[in-house]
Nanobody, 119 residues
């Protein structure tokens, strides 16, 4: 079955960096778009960054020029490099797989990894 396992979360000071990883299994990783979302209690889950099967990327305005999403199809892994972290980046970050087949879209989620930015 589909599994998305995130790692790399933690607690850092403002201005610090973290790199999240998501190891995928149970599907053909290279042909699906992948992404990172985040959610804090009481708010909707929001897109942070996404990357298509061909490597095109998209970022939320709030993280542009600070975060970089990448993927390694040989390792079935998607990454999120987060630099110059701010307190407002504090959240639980979720790995996402977006499966699109014949016009039908389905999202799969990891269990989440917590990121805390605090001095």
């Amino acid at each position: 079955q589909v599994q998305l396992v995130e790692s790399g979360g933690g607690s850092v000071q403002p201005g610090g960096s973290l790199k999240l990883s998501c190891i995928a299994s149970g599907f053909s990783f290279s042909i699906d778009a992948m992404g990172w979302y985040r959610q804090i209690p009481g708010k909707q889950r929001e897109l942070v960054a996404s990357i298509t099967s061909t490597g095109s990327t998209n970022y939320a305005d709030s993280v542009k020029d600070r975060f970089t999403i990448s993927r390694d199809n040989a390792k079935n892994t998607v990454y999120l490099q987060m630099n110059n972290l701010k307190p407002e980046d504090t959240s639980v970050y979720y790995c996402n797989r977006r499966r699109e087949r014949a016009g039908v879209t389905r999202d799969y989620w990891g269990q989440g990894t917590r990121v805390t930015i605090s001095s």
